[in-house]
């Protein structure tokens, strides 16, 4: 068994810690009482979000689940729902929370435009197949559709990039049919930077979006929530009921204003380091397009045993297949050595 030190983490981009430059960022922060509104580096983190995406208001929450579920109970009223891809994070791993706390049922589908998996699906979002199973909000049976949530990238997709026309199609459909959109962002950056889209572009085309720092970013904390001024101050309301109301919390969001000055920009070597692992496995580069790779038809269990003992760790996603992620804190030297350990366990 390899030190703590010598382990290359590949289970998520979760798992870094923050640089020393991050941390003198926090350090030197100034801070206030944010439930007092009066927190100078997380309203300007705020602000900054806002615009990057095209909102005119923002809130800091303490994670992407706070700031999914929030969203999605501004725009979905209990006993309605919430329609979307049956991989998403807000109905697999989010434990049930708009059910168990907001009263919104969820409802999914399994996303069709992927030919991974058999054409199974991983979450690519299919506009007009989501579309025909939206239902409406004035008949007396069935259950309303008051919003479609939309991951980009797609986590469980193996952190594939949502095609625009689709997601253009979805938003332009949702203006003529009362329907919000919201998108759980939560590597919205990864999107950006592999497709070239703009931040605006993506935040134009959701009444909602919860975006993620503590993700590839590499801060130990944060999520902004954006959307229009007047859903931002109910929104505050519903953090500060879930607990969510923080004070002097300047501290992380300097981590999260330095990881856009200096972290977003480096997202692309993350992407790199993915399809170099890839290539190094035998998984097709395509399927790669941004920092995860997916081993598929293998025996989860025993690989991630045998791997962490040679000093690498990896994701379960299920019993045949795994999951590396790729991050801040993995270097090319320690992609290389980890694409020479799973290549010598996989026999590839
Ligand atoms: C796509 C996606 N959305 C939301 C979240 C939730 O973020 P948090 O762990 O901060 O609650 C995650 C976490 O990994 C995620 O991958």
Known sequence: MSDAADLID???DTVTRPTPGMRRAMAEAEVGDDVYVEDPTVR????RTAELFGHEAAMFVPSGTMGNQIGMRLVCEPGQEVLCDADAHVVTYEMGAAAAIFGISTRTVVS???GRDGGRGHGRLDAQQLIEQVRPKDNWHLTATAAIAVENSHNR????VQPLDQLQQLWDWSRTADVAVHLDGARIWNAHASSGVPLSTYGGL?????VCFSKGLGTPVGSVLVASAERIATARLWRKRLGGGMRQVGVLAAA?????DHHLPRLGEDHEHARLLAKRLGVDPA???TNMVVLEGVEAPMVAEAAKARGVLVSQVSASRIRLVTH?????AAVDRAGDVLAELLGR
């Open 10 to 12: 590949l289970r998520s």
């Open 44 to 47: 300007a983190l705020e602000e």
């Open 112 to 114: 069709g435009l992927s």
């Open 157 to 160: 997709g193996g952190g594939l």
């Open 206 to 210: 959701a009444d909602t979006a919860s």
């Open 256 to 260: 999260c204003t330095y990881a856009l």
């Open 287 to 289: 399927t790669v397009e």
């Open 328 to 332: 801040l804190d993995v270097d090319r």
